[in-house]
């Protein structure tokens, strides 16, 4: 049941104190309980929602008086080869890097959910990359990529091979960034996953194991499946926080981008154009273009994991 | 599982273990030997005695212990607010009727979809407006609440908290607030211990929001102060590696002594989403 009279007790004189007569004066605990958070969403997020929207058909310095260009800045934004050439290095950064994290973390997964022992400190030690800040990251990533002192090259250089300049060239910059990224992820995944693991029943193993089930088969026709919803999170989580890669880019090679400008993902390019350029009206094109990209990809892959799943 | 196998299997664990931990030591490493050493090949791998003198180095070239004061100043007052805002939301939200509730919800679970760089424009002007570009304010306000935590701490109170032990209250006395501070803060105990924890780390590491809305140089928080260092001093690795070393030690403290709860917390999230 749920509670309807936390205020006093009225006083008699109305007969019935009862939920229809109530004057919504009576509920104000209620709502000012929950005003904070809506006012600030109303100044701090709905407000510049609209105003973000306004803006993308505006042209404005962030001075000046504001010109409205209608549709013109998203005409520019689709022959801007510096916007496709962001947003294709968002799409290969996100590939390369979520790929081999939610496969080495379902990996780890499984290992550790068939490990008896020390889970707790595993857990702990994969976790901890996930509360480092990225700024430190970034830099330490930087560092053992460096080209004359960086660790890769001097393993490269004790097994013999050619060294390289790791973030002077567009593939190099690429590879440092996710392998920092897929640092920073798998041990998160994992253990969403060995949760995920842990709460698919044991009977279905067991009967399994009675058919004579080997270890693959086991995993492909038991695992996996069970294993959907879970995986259906991680991947539209990773998808969210790929297409809005920022920081790692911009600590490691610098707002430009790096060689080729091969770091230039479009969040950074958003930040050029808003905040060094000063060019807000493109700038808003481009964040709703950004949006639209979030969302397309979260409905694809739901329609991706959600539909396999009702055959 | 025979024997071997079992080896094996922590021979792999403990070896992605120690790829996780890796930068940490190779931090420390930094952190305590001169530039000079780590250029040097085959590089160092053990610790120097140069710790104290990157620490001045980084001390002389930004302001840490500011940045650090304000970071936490910021950190805290953000978790302070948002556990008091979400939980005293959450609550009416999980345990009581009253009219728009379900409107309410609705917009509160949209506002979870709408990516930050999306306003961060206009956010700035507004923050112009405001006078508070450059001022702390500037990013505690704005986070003061927020949709997640609300979500998230309904589902606690709507499991956790009897209907019955809120009218035993009611009947003691307690009025609306009065229930909300003797009944759903003292059994949420462990949903506010990650949400703090959560907020906590989310805040320290902050970094785009801080970059945009803090222009003083005076006046930074630790991330943009680091990635300032890094920017200016980029070849002395030492010392901005002992800059990134000192940023992290509040935040691995806190997450060791939370470390279960935590862990916890965040893989609840995702099963039951």
């Known amino acids: ?311 | 599982m025979n024997r071997g196998r079992g080896i094996l299997l922590h021979v792999a664990l403990t070896v992605a273990g120690l790829l996780c931990l890796f930068p940490f030591f190779w931090t420390l490493v930094m952190a305590t030997n001169t530039t000079a050493d780590i250029y040097r090949y085959p590089p160092k791998f053990t610790f120097g005695s140069q710790f104290d003198d990157n620490i001045r180095h980084v001390l002389e070239n930004v302001a840490f212990f500011s940045s650090m004061a304000n970071t936490a100043v910021v950190a805290i007052s953000t978790t302070v607010l948002v556990l008091f805002f979400d939980s005293l939301a959450a609550f009416t939200f999980a345990k009581f009727r009253f009219p728009g509730r379900q409107a309410l919800f609705v917009i509160l679970l949209a506002t979870m979809l709408l990516p930050a760089q999306l306003s961060v424009v206009p956010q700035f002007q507004t923050m112009i407006a405001f006078g508070w570009v450059g001022s702390l304010k500037a990013l505690v306000i704005p986070a003061a609440a927020n949709a997640f935590g609300i979500f998230w701490l309904r589902q606690y109170f709507q499991n956790s908290i009897h209907d019955e032990l809120i009218e035993a209250a009611t009947l003691d006395g307690c009025g609306f607030f009065g229930v909300y501070r003797h009944v759903a803060l003292p059994s949420a105990r462990p949903a506010l211990a990650f949400l703090g924890i959560f907020t906590f780390v989310g805040s320290w590491n902050d970094y785009f929001w801080p970059l945009i809305v803090l222009t003083n140089p005076d006046h930074l928080t630790l991330q943009v102060a680091l990635s300032s260092l890094n920017r200016s001093h980029g070849v002395d690795y030492s010392m901005v590696m002992t800059g990134a070393l000192l940023a992290m030690i509040p935040l691995i403290i806190v997450f060791v002594v939370f470390a279960r709860q935590f862990i916890k917390g965040a893989t609840e999230g995702a099963i039951r989403g």
């Open chain 1, 1 to 311: 049941m749920t509670l309807t009279a936390t205020a006093p007790p009225r006083s008699a004189g109305t007969a019935e104190p009862g939920r229809r007569r109530k004057s919504i004066w009576s509920y104000w605990r209620f709502y000012l309980a929950l005003s904070p958070f809506y006012i600030l969403f109303a100044v701090f997020g709905l407000y510049p929602l609209g105003s973000t929207i306004l803006l993308a058909f505006q042209k404005w310095d962030g001075l000046g008086p504001r010109q409205f260009v209608g549709l013109q800045n998203f005409s520019f934004l689709l022959e801007d080869s510096t916007f496709w050439l962001s947003l294709w290095n968002t799409l290969v950064l996100f590939v390369m890097s979520t790929v081999p994290t939610l496969a080495i973390a379902l990996t780890l997964a499984v290992m550790l959910n068939s490990a008896i022992r020390f889970k707790g400190i595993y857990r702990i030690a994969y976790f901890i990359p996930n509360i480092t800040s990225l700024v430190a990251a970034a830099i330490f990533f930087a560092a053992i990529f460096s080209t004359n002192f960086g660790l890769i090259n001097s393993g490269l250089r004790a097994l013999g091979l050619p060294t390289e300049d790791w973030l002077g060239q567009p593939w190099g910059i690429k590879i440092a960034v996710s392998a920092m990224i897929v640092w920073q992820w798998t041990g998160y995944n994992t253990i969403i996953y060995l949760a995920g693991l842990q709460a698919i029943p044991t009977e279905q193993y067991e009967a399994a194991k009675v058919d004579g089930a080997g270890p693959l088969r086991t995993f492909f026709s038991i695992t996996l499946p069970q294993l959907r919803p879970v995986v259906l999170f991680t991947v539209i989580m990773s998808t969210i926080g790929g297409l809005q890669t920022f920081t790692e880019p911009q600590v490691m090679v610098g707002e430009t981008g790096g060689a080729d400008q091969s770091g230039l993902t479009t969040v950074l390019y958003f930040y050029n154009t808003a905040f060094r350029a000063n060019d807000y009206g493109y700038a808003g094109a481009i964040a709703i273009s950004i949006f639209l990209l979030v969302l397309l990809f979260t409905a694809i892959n739901w329609r991706l994991l959600r539909g396999r799943s009702s055959e």
